[in-house]
C-alpha cells in the first residue's frame, strides 16, 4: 500500500495568516493527489483534486501543488471557517490512502 | 450531484456482522460509484471498499478480504455494505462517498453523515 505522511500533525495560526500543509508519498503518484478538510462532527469536504484542481464552490484562498511524491496545500488567507482538520489522499493506486491529517487551530 | 443518506447507528458484539446502507437522495446514483470509508475514533480515514451501482461491480481493500460485501440495488438507489467478524477495532464511523465515474480523476466528492458502529460486548 502506498503510505501517506503529512506534516505538521498540527497547526497554529491566526485568522488572515497564509499557511502551508505538506503531504509526502511512499511513491510516486504522478498528480494523483486529493485534498478534504473536516470540520468536527461533519463528514470530509473535497477541497483539491488532481494535486491543484480547485473543486467547484471551493473559495480561491485554497490551492494545491507538486507532482511525485512531494505536494502541498496553501490557505492564502485564514478565515474562521477554515480551522478544521486536512487530509491528503492518493488517487493513484487502490487501496486509496490517506495522510494521518493535520488539525489547523486557531492561535 | 448526488445526495446520500446513511442508516442509523449500530451497537453489535464481537464476532458479529453490521449491515449499513447508503440511499441515494434522488433514488438513482447515475454515473457515480459508490465507495465506503471509516474512521476510527480520532482517527484518520480508511477505504474500506466500492461498487459501481449500474454494474454492480464492487472490489475491497486486501485488508477486509473475507469479511466484507458491498452490494448495491441501482433500481432502489441503494448501496449497502456487510462487515463480518466484527471485532472493537472496528468501533468506527462508517462513510459512503460519491466517486465520479466520468472523470479521469478519483475523488470521493460527496459523503453520507455518517453511522457510528460500535463494538462492545
Known amino acids: 500500500d502506498i503510505q501517506m505522511t503529512q506534516s505538521p500533525s498540527s497547526l497554529s495560526a491566526s485568522v488572515g495568516d497564509k499557511v502551508t500543509i505538506s503531504c509526502r508519498a511512499s511513491?510516486?503518484?504522478?498528480?494523483?493527489l486529493n485534498w478534504y478538510h473536516q470540520r468536527p462532527g461533519k463528514a470530509p469536504k473535497l477541497l483539491i483534486y488532481?494535486?491543484?484542481s480547485v473543486q467547484t464552490g471551493v473559495p480561491s484562498r485554497f490551492s494545491g501543488s507538486g507532482s511525485g511524491t512531494d505536494f502541498t496545500l496553501t490557505i492564502s488567507s485564514l478565515q474562521p471557517e477554515d480551522f478544521a482538520t486536512y487530509f491528503c489522499?492518493?488517487?493513484?493506486?487502490?487501496?486509496?490512502?490517506f495522510g494521518q491529517g493535520t488539525k489547523l487551530q486557531i492561535k | 450531484q448526488v445526495q446520500l443518506v446513511q442508516s442509523g447507528a449500530e451497537v453489535k458484539k464481537p464476532g458479529s456482522s453490521v449491515k449499513v446502507s447508503c440511499e441515494a437522495s434522488?433514488?438513482?446514483?447515475?454515473?457515480?460509484?459508490i465507495s465506503w470509508l471509516r474512521q476510527a475514533p480520532g482517527q484518520g480515514l480508511e477505504w474500506i471498499g466500492g461498487?459501481?451501482?449500474?454494474?454492480?461491480?464492487?472490489n475491497n481493500a486486501q485488508k477486509f478480504d473475507g469479511r466484507v460485501t458491498i452490494v448495491a440495488d441501482e433500481s432502489a438507489g441503494i448501496v449497502s455494505m456487510d462487515l463480518s467478524s466484527l471485532t472493537s477495532e472496528d468501533t468506527a464511523l462508517y462513510y459512503c462517498?460519491?466517486?465520479?465515474?466520468?472523470?479521469?480523476?478519483?475523488?470521493?466528492?460527496?459523503w453520507g453523515q455518517g453511522t457510528l458502529v460500535t463494538i462492545s460486548s
Open positions: 462517498a460519491t466517486e465520479p465515474t466520468n472523470s479521469p480523476w478519483q475523488t470521493f466528492d460527496s
Open positions: 434522488g433514488g438513482t446514483f447515475g454515473n457515480y460509484a
Open positions: 488532481a494535486a491543484s
Open positions: 461498487i459501481i451501482p449500474i454494474f454492480g461491480t464492487a
Open positions: 489522499q492518493q488517487s493513484s493506486k487502490t487501496p486509496y490512502t
Open positions: 511513491q510516486t503518484i504522478g498528480s494523483h
